[in-house]
């Protein structure tokens, strides 16, 4: 080999090895270097101590249907978040899917032994009965839940719907040009859907006896009955085409399926139930001039407070039922009107107006 290409491939090695010396090293990350996933302690939400003697908990189960319906349902949650702002408590609540679940919905807040259960709805009847004698230390409120007998640990939350449904009725048949009126309805399983339909046609009747009610009920069972309101929409359309220019709707999602129909027809009228639906149904605004209410709202509310300070009323507790203010109608709502609604009011609280059905 020549001296000149020894020096080279000796230059080579020297370069070669000085290189690999200040080249970093990438070694894979060890073990200890990989960040970890956080730990269960940190990931799981913190669950509220209902054993505990200072925190009240007050879990609510719906009827079928979302706990925002804008209507049955929603009245009564917003009643439980009021008892959470004001009197400190812990709330949470469980949708029904199925009606089959009613019993395991309750059961979910009774074991982790929840002060106060609200169950919505006159079909979870039974299951609110069955679960207050299982957990007699838990304080239930069974809203629209007659009681035939009393139990120490139950209160039935009900309404005078027949009262508000006659008010309403009253409004539609002052309001009425064709001497037409329509009332969409759920199931007519449910008694306190029939008592707003009765009182709606008494009222009408009494205030216009020429008018005439074209009144519909869910042909479905309570799994279907209120949350359709592609029935409701299309039943409200066939009354206005028989000349119905006011619709009462009564029916959860169903009643409001046809109120929101009903507002697509310039110069008709719709009255929502329940809750005052212009809080909560804004697609119904252009002609919705008032609701049937039972105040559902305030009466869980107060039965809560009740039950936290130690009062609370076994049996049946009677909430208020009223109408809605008229928002943007009030203007159009004459003084005849408001007098005649105001008459049919007292006369209803002094017995001197009965309705029979």
């Known amino acids: 080999m020549s001296k000149k290409l020894l020096v080279i491939l000796t230059v080579l090695v020297v370069s070669s090895l000085f290189f690999a010396a200040c080249t970093p090293v990438t070694e894979e990350p060890t073990e200890e270097v990989v960040v970890e996933e956080p730990t269960e302690e940190v990931t799981e939400e913190v669950e509220a101590d209902c054993t505990s003697e200072d925190l009240l908990c007050v879990g609510l189960v719906t009827d079928v249907g979302e706990v925002d319906d804008k209507s049955f349902n929603q009245s009564a949650w917003e009643g439980v978040l009021q008892a959470e702002t004001e009197l400190g408590a812990s709330v949470n609540y469980v949708e029904t899917a199925d009606a ?22 006159f079909a979870l009847g039974s299951a609110t009965l069955e679960a207050a004698a299982l957990y007699p230390e838990i304080m239930f409120i069974g809203v629209d839940q007659f009681q035939a007998e009393a139990v120490d640990n139950v209160a039935g939350l009900i309404f005078e719907e027949a009262k508000s449904g ?30 707003f339909k009765e009182g709606y046609e008494a009222g ?41 220019d006011v619709v009462f709707g009564a029916g959860g999602k169903t009643g409001n399926g046809a109120l929101i129909e009903t507002a697509g027809y310039e110069g008709d009228y719709c009255i929502g139930v329940d809750s005052d639906q212009w809080e909560t149904v804004p697609e119904a605004h252009d002609c919705l001039i008032s609701s049937a209410m039972k105040l559902i709202t305030p009466s869980v509310f107060d039965l809560i407070g009740m039950a936290k300070e130690g009062s609370f009323p076994a049996g049946n507790y009677v ?39």
């Not at 089959?100 to 709805?121: C, P, R």
């Open 100 to 121: 089959k679940d009613y019993m395991a919905n309750i059961q979910l807040f009774a074991d982790q032994n929840y002060d106060i259960i609200v169950t919505v709805g």
């Open 204 to 244: 009408a009747a009494w205030v216009n006896p020429d008018v005439t009610v074209i009144s519909t009920y869910h042909p479905g069972g309570l799994d279907v009955a209120f949350t359709d309101p592609e029935w409701g929409a299309t039943t409200a359309a066939q009354a206005i085409e028989n000349g119905a």
């Open 319 to 357: 909430g208020a039922v009223g109408l809605a203010p008229f928002h943007d109608f009030e203007d159009l709502v004459s003084q005849d009107i408001k007098d005649k609604i105001e008459e049919a009011r007292l006369g209803l609280e002094d017995g001197s107006i009965t309705i029979e059905y």
């Open 166 to 195: 006659f008010l309403a009725g009253v409004l539609a048949g002052m309001l009425t040009e064709s001497n037409t009126i329509a009332a969409v309805l759920g199931t007519d399983l449910v008694p306190p859907v029939v008592a």
